[in-house]
């Protein structure tokens, strides 16, 4: 634990903190902390919390990191909030003494997006309450865990209609990006099942908003990157649910059959969980997997063989059945190498791009064929989505029926400079063709560009209607530096 942040040491801190930044150093950040060393005396009325603010070096270069392990802006103090209060008070202090905040979660973005430069990082983790369901309702504060929230309404029967595949990512966390699981093809996105959300704004107000109350606030912090407003509390939609899964895994050497049997369910949504994805063997082949699986509860049984008659894969792998539970902590083994390689300071400059169905067969092939050492990765997610599921204005997916989703979590040792720059060349490459064919990026993936590519993905009509809510909910630019959406 870190030692507390009083007023005086607060003083002497802002005078005297340094900027660590090892890629992407903001001048403008620099030209902040000047001013803050001129000007000690605006922190005497640093507010009282019942949470702790800290200054030790340990919790602000905690702070400092993300999933990527390339940026490292280092905050002026951690904070640890008590309550939603504390939220409140600091997004205030912050407004009235120019400094930058951001919420931040698991840090599972990739470029510095949870970071704030000799600003205030608020660590959501000890705001974790879930509470018991009601009338088919959750509610969850920003920190909790989906894990946590899939314990507690499984014990009522119930669970979100759509769980992300790593249930140790933060509620508030995965709502200010979007959120998929592989009941999307049914459900859409995670923001597309929120009832209701808490939210401190930019400005220090702390609103209550849903689709008939402070709509537009709502629409805009839902997949909105915190650039609006702070989520600190989240009313998430229920549904009943089925104590077991079965699960299959159909096996493609083929990438047109692939495409086309993952495209065919996508659309008939006869299944209610569907992923998929590329591995590639030793010998440098690519083969492509379908998992596929319905729920149900014993001694009932989706009929698996009927159900994929129609499907044409090279091989069929035998069902496995899952607890529900187990179900939805199936990727623990998988989540766990990535979680060693990130503590390993492997550098990950990922992507993660919604490819239109058209365009897909094209765009995918060209990137299998790269050799081993230009792609970076033998394994990727590779599956698709309906994307009429899909309502939420921030959440952009490509405007045919039907999209390819590819996450490509590309990775090299600590130290290689040169491997890194090629892989950071290559992504904003495969980001520009994937633009030209009318794709969309997701937000947490998706590197740090000019605010020109930011109107071009929302579209003008949006982009408008985003730019509006930000000068309404946070008018100083208090919030959520890291993306550089507006400057």
């Known amino acids: 634990m870190g030692e507390h942040l009083s007023r005086r040491s607060f003083i002497r801190l802002a005078a005297t903190a340094s900027p660590v930044v090892v890629i992407?150093?903001?001048?403008?950040?620099?030209?902040?902390?000047?001013?803050?060393?001129?000007?000690?005396?605006?922190?005497?009325?640093?507010?009282?919390?019942?949470?702790?603010?800290?200054?030790?070096?340990?919790?602000?270069?905690?702070?400092?990191?993300?999933?990527?392990?390339?940026?490292?802006?280092?905050?002026?103090?951690?904070l640890k909030p008590g309550s939603v209060q504390d939220v409140v008070a600091m997004v205030r202090f912050a407004n009235h003494h120019a400094l930058k905040v951001v919420m931040k979660g698991q840090g599972h973005s990739r470029y510095g997006q949870t970071q704030a430069e000799a600003g205030i990082v608020i660590d959501s983790s000890t705001l974790n309450r879930v509470e018991r369901p009601i009338d088919r309702s959750i509610d969850a504060q920003a920190g909790a865990f989906w894990g946590d929230v899939a314990e507690i309404s499984l014990a009522d029967g119930l669970i979100p209609p759509v769980m992300p595949d790593t249930m140790t990512l933060s509620v508030g966390g995965t709502l200010s990006v979007g959120g998929l699981g592989t009941t999307s093809q049914h459900f859409g996105?995670?923001?597309?099942?929120?009832?209701?959300?808490?939210?401190?704004?930019?400005?220090?107000?702390?609103?209550?908003?849903?689709?008939?109350?402070?709509?537009?606030?709502?629409?805009?912090?839902?997949?909105?990157?915190?650039?609006?407003?702070?989520?600190?509390?989240?009313?998430?939609?229920?549904?009943?649910?089925?104590?077991?899964?079965?699960?299959?895994?159909?096996?493609?050497?083929?990438?047109?059959?692939?495409?086309?049997?993952?495209?065919?369910?996508?659309?008939?949504?006869?299944?209610?969980?569907?992923?998929?994805?590329?591995?590639?063997?030793?010998?440098?082949?690519?083969?492509?997997?379908?998992?596929?699986?319905?729920?149900?509860?014993?001694?009932?049984?989706?009929?698996?063989?009927?159900m994929t008659r129609d499907l044409r894969p090279t091989s069929r792998k035998a069902p496995v059945h899952l607890a529900q539970r187990d179900y939805q902590h199936r990727n623990t083994e998988r989540n766990a190498a990535f979680e060693k390689d990130w503590k390993a300071g492997r550098l990950s400059p990922n992507i993660a791009m919604w490819i239109p169905a058209s365009a897909t067969k094209e765009f995918a092939a060209s990137f299998l064929a790269l050799p081993p050492e230009q792609s970076a990765l033998s394994f990727f997610p590779f599956g698709t989505i309906n994307t009429k599921r899909f309502r939420r204005p921030l959440f952009k997916v490509p405007s045919e029926d039907v999209a390819f989703t590819m996450w490509l979590f590309r990775s090299v040792a600590p130290g290689q400079q040169a491997a890194l720059s090629a892989l950071l060349e290559s992504n904003r490459a495969l980001l520009a063709r994937m633009t030209a064919v009318g794709g969309k990026r997701y937000l947490p993936y998706s590197m740090i560009i000019p605010q020109s590519e930011w109107v071009e993905h929302f579209g003008p009509d949006v982009w408008q209607r985003f730019a509006k809510a930000k000068k309404e909910y946070d008018p100083n630019g208090v919030l959520t530096p890291g993306t550089r959406m507006f400057g």
């Not at 537009?216 to 702070?230: K, N, V």
């Not at 089925?242 to 495409?259: P, T, W």
């Open 24 to 78: 992407g150093f903001d001048p403008s950040a620099r030209s902040w902390i000047t001013r803050a060393r001129a000007d000690t005396g605006r922190w005497e009325d640093l507010p009282k919390l019942d949470g702790s603010l800290l200054q030790d070096e340990a919790s602000r270069q905690a702070s400092a990191v993300d999933r990527g392990n390339m940026f490292h802006h280092v905050p002026t103090a951690v």
């Open 189 to 306: 996105a995670q923001v597309d099942n929120v009832a209701e959300l808490e939210v401190v704004t930019g400005d220090g107000r702390l609103l209550v908003c849903s689709p008939t109350r402070e709509s537009d606030l709502f629409d805009m912090t839902l997949a909105g990157m915190g650039q609006c407003g702070i989520i600190v509390r989240a009313r998430l939609t229920l549904m009943p649910v089925r104590s077991h899964v079965v699960l299959q895994s159909l096996v493609y050497e083929d990438l047109d059959a692939y495409l086309a049997d993952q495209h065919r369910l996508a659309v008939d949504g006869r299944f209610d969980h569907q992923s998929g994805a590329a591995v590639r063997s030793n010998d440098g082949k690519w083969t492509f997997t379908l998992v596929v699986g319905g729920v149900y509860t014993p001694p009932e049984e989706p009929d698996l063989a009927a």
